[in-house]
């Protein structure tokens, strides 16, 4: 019996050991950078298109804070930098970039009521859950939905008239 004890606690420690791996480590790269080919694109991105996200990711995090949505705005300055760096920004346009980011954020934070006013709360969680995931690049439009016409189907078919 004494043997069997210790095989079944042995078994047991193991199994504590293999589903205790990893489960107190904590991996902040896995939450500051994207999948390395979502949103990635190659060469520089123009400069006005930047410059315009970084407007945008900063008033989100404006009126984050002015919602209360809790997050750490220096935290994701620094993931929305690196994203442009990884995006091909040269050094100048990442000295423009910080400028606009800092601007609005400045200009949100000094009109918070009248700037974030008018934008809901649950968008602004939202949007700012996707941007702490580290996805900035512009969401790709939705597709046309055409409606379908069977007529057209039929007679473009390639059936041999057996259709």
């Not at 999948?35 to 989100?60: F, I, L």
């Not at 910080?98 to 934070?109: L, T």
């Amino acid at each position: 019996m004494s043997r069997q004890a210790t095989l079944i606690g042995s078994a047991l420690l193991a199994l504590y050991a293999m589903l205790g791996c990893g489960c107190g480590s904590y991996n902040s790269m896995a939450v500051q950078s994207p999948a390395p080919a979502m949103g990635r694109q190659t060469g520089s991105t123009p400069p006005a298109r930047a410059a315009e996200r970084a407007m945008r990711v900063a008033t989100t995090s404006a009126c984050a804070q002015a919602f209360g949505h809790p997050h750490d705005p220096v935290k994701l300055r620094m993931a929305y930098l690196d994203f442009e760096t990884k995006q091909g920004a040269t050094r100048a346009q990442m000295v423009d970039i910080e400028k606009s980011y800092d601007g609005a954020v400045a200009e949100a934070r000094g009109r918070q009521d009248s700037f974030c006013s008018g934008r809901d709360s649950e968008e602004i969680r939202t949007v700012l859950r996707r941007y702490q995931a580290g996805y900035f690049a512009d969401k790709a439009a939705a597709p046309k939905s055409s409606a379908f016409d069977e007529k057209a189907f039929w007679d473009n078919a390639d059936c041999g008239g057996r259709c």
